[in-house]
């Protein structure tokens, strides 16, 4: 019998990948457990302001696949270079599932993923989801609508299509047709007819125009056009100021849900305006300007002084964001222990932040457990009265989306609807 | 790469290698060549070379992971991918060059050869294999499809299932008694003592015939589909296909090292006999160094397996002085077989394990500096040499490893232990202890199938330990 040979053939190569409905499955699992640490995930990365199509590495946990096997600390047999001696220092200890599977059904558990890529657009479904986001409402967020403003600036010849004028467009034809009509002075005007002769000339007539007895059409001159130009407008700058309490007891759980509450505020800005910018103050006792990495990462501790982060983002606003150009939005997050000698300040710069401020909020946020009656900082801020002011608690990531669509519900701006 | 070659080139070729197959006298089943891209190369590793496997994620997982390695240069592809069926199927890389493909072949008709002859490859069932994955797929794609089923529960049991897979009886050689067997064992008392009179009366222990399993049980996804109550039927169905897919496949991890070994040392003798163009010969040349290249502090199969060979034809055909008189001592001495007829016969009869213990010597440890590795904090020390007080030690640490030595043994002790259907499994502790975090996952997929408490005993620190596992509460006795 003599030897098969198959040939490769391109079209079965095309068909042949057999294993997309695994790695499908395997996707969805990965997934499935990057959702189940979103919480760490969202408070360990940098999401707020960078692009959608950042690749962020995400640590992962569960899709190991666990078997019955030997620990490290069992002797093992190899092969040396040549002349080994006891004693000898040979390598690093393997960690589990670092060998190399072969070909066929391994004995070995295969080598896991500790971490993989997603882009941040999916990382940022994932906390929709985690949110429990209405769709809807997602969509909005979703959509970076960019407010370009545009101006009238007159009428031309050409353009495309949805710019055309057909008001004017059809005034062009009835003076044409006038002017055609009564070829000889009249008191007629020489430059339209002239024109309009002219028209009909220049319409290439052996190019499949036959013109029909007892119609008068449209000709190309005859269209008008809307002409648009940018229009720069100063309205469409924003920026968002996020304050937040650094101190100690601020733990990963606190800061991923001041981080969501941020993300969504920052998203919600920028669906309305142009050109957002985002400032970062992170405070203790002293308050500082800082990156979104330090601002999430930089563990502090000692005593908390609020007001000091008000007066920092004033500082701020009157250095590099005049209202009077500038839309800002403000929001602190804090789990409320504030010594309480800094409250009658906080309060009057709080008070100061509002009038600067389009819409600025206080969050506190206190995860279920802690005593209700420690909502220090809310009752304190009772006494201030501003329209757009408002102070929320935030409990657990369900109160995230209601807090925030309340918060919006006090704009200047009237930016109170979301869908 | 050097010359262009056509699939005219590859016949032509094919059939020289098949002639001098046939003057060496392998014993090969028919032969395919599949053409493959390096896309289809990969998926074919994922799938284990088969045209045809049931889906689970974790093909797909490995697909990713092998393309991620390929793709960041880590890992080349393997250059062929041979798998035991018969007619005997493999695929070529169209990318590699004319020399390549020769040799691929050639190597090709080595591990053609071990599969048709090893015994270990008897129960294999060559001439259906590819029949039987495609059976299996198609069953488990109709459970998936199966609306009171669905692919979320079929990769749930599969899931489990794979996880216990290797848990069973590693040498197909010896034959597992069946139950009444196992009670006539069971129920026959000691041999009887012809000075019973003089010796000490022996304390006797009346069997417990009501035990099950008689015997304990290594088989433990078989166990398990036979005497778990309330399985349905699909579930068992799953059960018995993975176990025997790792059936079929457990003769090569088994055979590791002699079949690699095999199929370098007939590339080798092919290559050499063909009287290649000197071009072709000089890249033949390096790519078999760097296939059999030992690799430091680790076994490398291809290495270890052709030396082997290598050591034993030698023996034969022109032994040392000592080795002659330590042959006259043993039984084989009256015939003396040449190098070719010994090396056929062990191909036919051992596997890796018995394959090193028969014929790995001291000298070829020494020579290819074998040594024992120990843990030390982070680092890997030496701790034994293969000199003269130490080599058996080392050759016993790599026989432990060996093949299916790499999977501890796990037995089904019990499975009504304490009277209420608990599973008690005992890990046969020979000295090395289990992954800890490993374990107690596995521990859950176990009681996931068996559906009540399920307890492991295993030795920790020189401590036996128990694990329970209940579902709900993990706990340590």
């Given amino acids: 019998m003599s030897t098969i040979f198959r040939d490769y053939s391109s079209s079965d190569a095309l068909q042949s990948d057999r294993s997309s409905g695994d790695r499908l499955r395997h996707r969805q699992k990965v997934r499935d457990a990057i959702r189940d640490n979103i919480a760490d995930i969202v408070a360990e990365q940098a999401i707020i302001g960078r692009s959608r199509d950042t690749i962020v590495k995400v640590p992962l946990r569960g899709i190991k696949e666990y078997r019955f096997v030997f620990g490290n600390n069992n002797a093992k047999a190899g092969q040396g270079k040549g002349d080994s001696q006891p004693g000898q220092r040979v390598g690093k200890v393997p960690q589990p599932g670092d060998e190399p599977g072969d070909g066929e059904a391994g004995d070995q558990p295969g080598v896991d993923y500790y971490e993989t890529d997603i882009t941040l657009e999916e990382l940022i479904d994932l906390m929709f989801e985690d949110l429990e986001l209405p769709d809807l409402e997602r969509k909005a967020l979703r959509e970076t609508i960019s407010h370009a403003a545009t101006k009238r600036k007159g009428y031309r010849k050409v353009g495309i299509r949805v710019q055309l004028d057909k008001r004017r467009t059809a005034l062009a034809r009835v003076k044409r047709k006038v002017a055609l009509d009564h070829p000889e002075g009249e008191g007629g005007d020489t430059a339209v007819e002239a024109e309009a002769i002219a028209a009909v000339q220049a319409e290439p007539v052996g190019g499949g125009f036959v013109p029909i007895p007892g119609r008068f059409p449209f000709l190309k001159n005859d269209m008008r056009f809307r002409r648009r130009s940018e229009a720069t407008d100063y309205d469409s700058n924003a920026v968002v100021i996020c304050m937040m309490d650094t101190s100690g007891s601020m733990d990963q759980q606190k800061k991923y849900l001041a981080r969501s509450f941020f993300f969504l505020l920052y998203q919600f800005v920028r669906t309305r305006y142009e050109h957002v910018e985002l400032v970062f103050i992170a405070h203790d006792a002293e308050a500082h300007e800082v990156s979104e990495d330090d601002f999430f990462h930089k563990g502090e501790s000692g005593g908390t002084l609020i007001s000091t982060a008000y007066a920092r983002a004033l500082e701020v606003i009157d250095q590099r964001y005049h209202p009077a150009l500038w839309n800002v939005y403000a929001f602190h997050c804090s789990d409320g222990d504030n010594m309480p000698g800094d409250n009658p300040r906080a309060v009057k710069l709080a008070g100061q932040l509002c009038e600067v401020c389009n819409l600025f909020g206080y969050g506190e946020i206190k995860p279920s457990g802690y005593f209700r009656d420690q909502d220090a900082m809310l009752g304190v801020f009772k006494a201030l009265k501003a329209d757009n002011f408002q102070a929320i608690r935030i409990g657990d990531k369900s109160d995230v989306w209601s807090s925030f669509r309340n918060f919006l519900t006090r704009d200047k701006a009237g930016l109170s609807t979301i869908t | ?477």
Wanted: charged share 25%; proline share 5%; hydrophobic share 35%.
């Fill in chain 2, 1 to 477: 790469m050097a010359v262009p070659w056509t699939l005219r080139d590859l016949e032509y070729w094919d059939a020289r290698i098949r002639e001098k197959v046939a003057e060496f006298g392998l014993n090969c089943y028919p032969q395919e060549f599949e053409l493959c891209d390096h896309t289809q190369m990969l998926s074919l590793m994922a799938y284990s070379g088969m045209p045809s496997h049931y889906p689970h994620w974790s093909y797909g997982k490995s697909f990713e992971r092998q393309k991620t390695l390929y793709d960041h240069g880590v890992s080349g592809l393997p250059y062929e991918m041979v798998i035991n069926s018969n007619p005997c199927i493999a695929y070529l890389m169209r990318q590699n060059s004319l020399a390549l493909q020769i040799l691929t072949m050639a190597h090709v008709y080595g591990h053609n050869d071990f599969f048709a002859n090893n015994f270990t490859f008897n129960h294999t069932r060559a001439d259906l294999v590819v029949e039987t994955f495609k059976n299996h797929a198609n069953r488990v794609r109709a459970y998936s499809a199966d609306p009171s089923i669905g692919i979320d529960k079929v990769e749930t049991i599969l899931d489990a299932a794979h996880a216990l897979s290797m848990q069973c009886r590693r040498n197909p050689a010896i034959r597992k008694r069946n139950e009444a067997e196992q009670k006539q064992v069971a129920m026959a008392g000691p041999p009887s003592d012809p000075f019973q009179s003089v010796h000490k009366r022996p304390v006797t222990q009346t069997p417990d015939l009501n035990r099950v399993p008689l015997e304990p049980e290594e088989d433990v996804l078989i166990f398990i589909r036979d005497h778990a109550t309330n399985m349905p039927v699909w579930q068992k169905d799953l059960l018995t296909i993975v176990h025997e897919q790792m059936q079929y496949f457990l003769p090569q991890i088994e055979t590791k090292i002699m079949n690699e070994g095999w199929a370098c040392y007939w590339h080798r003798t092919i290559m050499n006999s063909l009287e290649l163009p000197s071009e072709i010969h000089m890249e033949f040349l390096v790519r078999h160094n760097q296939v059999v290249r030992p690799i430091p502090n680790d076994i490398n199969p291809y290495h270890l397996g052709l030396k082997m060979w290598d050591d034993i034809v030698r023996r034969h055909d022109e032994p040392s002085f000592d080795e002659i008189e330590e042959m006259q001592q043993s039984p084989q001495a009256i015939s003396r077989p040449s190098g070719r007829e010994a090396i056929f016969h062990i191909r036919d009869v051992d596997r890796d394990v018995s394959f090193l213990r028969r014929f790995l010597t001291r000298k070829l440890m020494h020579e290819m500096d074998m040594i024992e590795m120990e843990p030390e904090g982070d680092d890997l020390i030496v701790s034994r040499v293969s000199d003269e007080d130490n080599w058996q030690e080392v050759k016993r640490t790599l026989i432990a490893y060996t093949g299916m030595g790499s999977t501890p043994v796990i037995r089904i002790v019990d499975s009504d232990h304490g009277g209420n259907r608990t599973l008690l499994l005992r890990h046969e502790y020979d000295g090395r202890e289990l992954l800890l975090e490993y374990a107690e996952r596995t521990l859950r997929y176990v009681q996931q199938l068996w559906g009540r408490r399920v307890v492991l005993q295993t030795v920790l620190d020189d401590k036996e330990v128990a694990f329970s596992w209940d579902g709900a509460d993990f706990e340590q006795a």
